[in-house]
């Protein structure tokens, strides 16, 4: 998220008006945002310290989207695409849940190895080899983070995929 935004500050740069101004207060309620959800984690404010804090910011990010098209282009592409995930309320949803982490760097971390093997392996022949290895690489990684073994959690859905 906040890579997207500090790239339209970039390519704004040097330029006056109101688009520096836009993606810089986005930019900074990112910010506030993700601090706000270290402070919790290392609990330097209360539970309810956080979902009040939490309110304000998505306020402030609310207004920000919530708005007429931009004149940039950049700034408008970049409305555009966060609005549609703060429609949906998939944004800011570490704000609504604590236990959630406010980036995927977890789950990046988990795929690495995925990335790893597709070098070393040369890539796949098929598409559909290479989308069948992405789910099953998933599949299994979501299961490690469940605590569950990942061939029981396998059988299972293929059980359960099975004509009957």
């Given at each position: 998220?906040?890579?997207?935004?500090?790239?339209?500050?970039?390519?704004?740069?040097?330029?006056?008006?109101?688009?520096?101004?836009?993606?810089?207060?986005?930019?900074?309620?990112?910010?506030d945002?993700?601090?706000?959800?270290?402070?919790?984690?290392?609990?330097?404010?209360?539970?309810?310290?956080?979902?009040?804090?939490?309110?304000?910011?998505?306020?402030?990010?609310?207004?920000?989207?919530?708005?007429?098209?931009l004149?940039?282009?950049?700034?408008?592409?970049?409305?555009?695409?966060?609005?549609?995930?703060?429609?949906?309320?998939?944004?800011?949803?570490?704000?609504?849940?604590?236990?959630?982490?406010?980036?995927?760097?977890?789950?990046?971390?988990?795929?690495?190895?995925?990335?790893?093997?597709?070098?070393?392996?040369?890539?796949?022949r098929?598409?559909?080899?290479a989308?069948?290895?992405?789910?099953?690489?998933?599949?299994?990684?979501?299961?490690?983070?469940?605590?569950?073994?990942?061939?029981?959690?396998?059988?299972?859905?293929?059980?359960?995929?099975?004509?009957?």
């Amino acid at each position: 998220m906040t890579r997207n935004i500090e790239e339209a500050v970039v390519l704004q740069e040097g330029r006056r008006g109101q688009g520096i101004m836009y993606a810089t207060r986005l930019l900074q309620a990112f910010q506030d945002a993700h601090q706000l959800h270290r402070r919790l984690s290392r609990e330097e404010i209360t539970l309810e310290g956080y979902r009040g804090a939490g309110s304000a910011i998505k306020a402030r990010i609310a207004i920000l989207l919530n708005r007429p098209p931009l004149q940039s282009t950049v700034n408008e592409r970049l409305r555009k695409g966060f609005y549609k995930h703060h429609q949906r309320g998939s944004l800011l949803r570490f704000l609504d849940g604590p236990s959630i982490p406010p980036t995927n760097n977890a789950a990046e971390r988990d795929l690495r190895s995925g990335v790893t093997a597709r070098k070393v392996y040369q890539c796949s022949r098929t598409q559909g080899g290479a989308d069948g290895y992405a789910m099953v690489k998933s599949i299994v990684e979501t299961a490690k983070r469940h605590h569950q073994h990942p061939l029981d959690v396998l059988i299972g859905l293929q059980a359960r995929a099975a004509p009957r």
